[in-house]
């Protein structure tokens, strides 16, 4: 009894010592509760604002690529108000080359009866004739269109008439002469409907041919066998023919 007694003593000394750090550790506990509770809803404030943080950075980088793109489009359509700018002032230009050459040409029509007639004329008589006697025919040919109230160009040779420039360009590289009776020659030539005999004694013409159609011309002597068939072969063909020294056989 008497141990009992005493051990009885001993558990009431030792629980009030006890007692109070019990009490310390449930309020700890409690504590920490409370704080496991606020450290909790920290981390899902903080985890919805590293969301919004995200979406925000996204939303930021999306407006990056629209104002890079938009930029972008902005230079491009500044570039093409620049080319459109200098298209219309090259249009304004053009419209006045348009007006001029429009009333040339309108100017032009008037005489142009004239001209063809008098061109007609060249391509028909005067190839074997020299510069001076044309020159008489043309005369002569400018009174009878006066007589007649055809309006004409003071100049009437088909050198001024019916020359294209870069034609005659192309000719002249291949070997035609410069001076304006070769040129009235090739002209009256070109626009002949019967074939030219050409009096070609420094073989100028002959050249200027064979320049000028290299793969589509054939290049025939009379005193070939077979002259005739090959002339029928190549004008059912379309094929050019140069006859050469037709002088010299005849």
Excluded at 75 to 103: F, P, V, Y
Excluded at 181 to 206: G, H, K, T, Y
Aim: include cysteine.
């Amino acid at each position: 009894m008497c141990q009992w007694t005493h051990a009885m003593v001993k558990f009431h000394e030792v629980n009030k010592k006890v007692e109070p750090l019990r009490q310390r550790l449930a309020v700890a506990q409690e504590d920490n509760r409370v704080f496991q509770e606020k450290l909790r809803i920290a981390q899902a404030q903080l985890e919805d604002v590293a969301r919004k943080l995200e979406k925000l950075q996204a939303d930021k980088t999306r407006a990056e690529e629209e104002m890079n793109e938009l930029e972008r489009v902005v230079q491009l359509t500044e570039i093409k108000l620049g080319r459109a700018a200098m298209l219309i002032d090259g249009l304004a230009g053009e419209k006045k080359n348009w007006t001029s050459t429009m009333q040339e040409i309108n100017e032009n029509s008037k005489y142009l009866l004239g001209d063809m007639i008098a061109a007609a004329g060249q391509i028909a008589y005067v190839g074997p004739f020299t510069t001076l006697y044309r020159n008489d025919l043309l005369n002569g040919w400018k009174n009878e269109l006066k007589n007649h109230g055809i309006l004409h160009h003071a100049q009437l040779s088909v050198y001024h008439t019916l020359q294209d420039p870069i034609v005659t360009q192309g000719w002249n590289v291949n070997g035609l002469p410069t001076d304006v009776l070769s040129v009235e020659n090739a002209i009256i030539m070109s626009n002949a409907r019967r074939w030219p005999l050409m009096i070609d004694p420094q073989n100028q013409a002959n050249k200027w041919i064979r320049q000028t159609y290299p793969e589509g011309i054939e290049v025939l002597k009379p005193s070939q066998k077979d002259v005739i068939k090959r002339i029928e072969y190549a004008v059912r063909s379309g094929r050019a023919v140069l006859l050469e020294k037709c002088w010299r056989e005849h």
